[in-house]
Structure formats: structure tokens, C-alpha cells
């Protein structure tokens, strides 16, 4: 399992940073998966986020694991094809009671580019 994948599964919730125009925003997410050693994301296509990654697929990520805290940076890559909507589907079946893998809103985002840091008070505690 990618280091990425480890980390925003520790933490359950994360926080995900994109734009619009010039202005930041943030929001939390819960669903992470990995195919082929690559980190998947999902989202709602309705939703202003996923105009904002389209439109900068710059994102960067960030949540708790204990009393340690993470920062996750990459592109965030949309992956349209029904085999990775259905996997991330079955590896976070809580998705299944609001999305079908072809219902024409659920999508699915894999990270490229990606760089990692945990953090802790005493100083940095892994990179990759």
C-alpha cells in the first residue's frame, strides 16, 4: 500500500485544498482507495470541487493520524473508466448507499506526482 493510501485511511477524515480563482477552499472527505498502487479519491461530478480540480488539478491534502498530523501534495487526475468507479466502490462499500459506479455523478480521482510529510511536535517523522 502506497504511503499516501496508508496515511489518508489512518486518518478516516481528511482535508482537501483546491481553488477557485483566487481563493482557497477546503473540505473533508473520508473515501480513499488504492488500484494499482495509485491513490484513488472519489467525489460527486455536481459539486463545486470537482469543477475546481478540473479546472487546477493541483490539490493538496491534509488530516491527523494520533497527535501527528500529515500533508499530502499532487495532481488529482480523473480516472472515467466503470472498473475504477466500481472498485472504489467496493473498497468503501459505505459509498454504495449514495452512488452507483455508472449513475452519471460519482467519479473517481487518482493522485500522480505525489509527495508526502508526516509531522509531529518534536519535528518530521516520515517523507516520501
Same mark, same amino acid.
Given at each position: 500500500?502506497?504511503?499516501?493510501?496508508?496515511?489518508?485511511?489512518?486518518?478516516?477524515?481528511?482535508?482537501?485544498?483546491?481553488?477557485?480563482?483566487?481563493?482557497?477552499?477546503?473540505?473533508?472527505?473520508?473515501?480513499?482507495?488504492?488500484?494499482?498502487?495509485?491513490? =484513488?479519491?472519489?467525489?460527486?461530478?455536481?459539486?463545486? $470541487?470537482?469543477?475546481?480540480?478540473?479546472?487546477?488539478? #493541483?490539490? @493538496?491534502?491534509? !488530516?491527523?493520524?494520533?497527535?501527528?498530523?500529515?500533508?499530502?501534495?499532487?495532481?488529482?487526475?480523473?480516472?472515467?473508466?466503470?472498473?475504477?468507479?466500481?472498485?472504489?466502490?467496493?473498497?468503501?462499500?459505505?459509498?454504495?448507499?449514495? =452512488?452507483?459506479?455508472?449513475?452519471?455523478?460519482?467519479? $473517481?480521482?487518482?493522485?500522480?506526482?505525489?509527495?508526502? #510529510?508526516? @509531522?509531529?511536535? !518534536?519535528?518530521?517523522?516520515?517523507?516520501?
Amino acid at each position: 500500500m502506497s504511503k499516501a493510501t496508508e496515511w489518508l485511511k489512518a486518518a478516516g477524515t481528511f482535508f482537501i485544498a483546491t481553488v477557485e480563482g483566487d481563493q482557497p477552499r477546503v473540505r473533508p472527505f473520508g473515501a480513499v482507495a488504492e488500484i494499482d498502487g495509485k491513490t =484513488y479519491l472519489s467525489l460527486n461530478n455536481t459539486k463545486k $470541487v470537482f469543477a475546481q480540480i478540473k479546472a487546477n488539478p #493541483k490539490v @493538496e491534502i491534509t !488530516g491527523q493520524i494520533g497527535g501527528d498530523w500529515f500533508r499530502i501534495w499532487g495532481k488529482a487526475i480523473q480516472d472515467d473508466t466503470l472498473a475504477a468507479r466500481e472498485e472504489v466502490i467496493k473498497q468503501n462499500p459505505s459509498l454504495a448507499g449514495m =452512488y452507483k459506479a455508472d449513475d452519471g455523478l460519482f467519479e $473517481v480521482l487518482y493522485l500522480t506526482d505525489v509527495k508526502g #510529510k508526516l @509531522e509531529g511536535f !518534536g519535528g518530521p517523522i516520515e517523507e516520501f
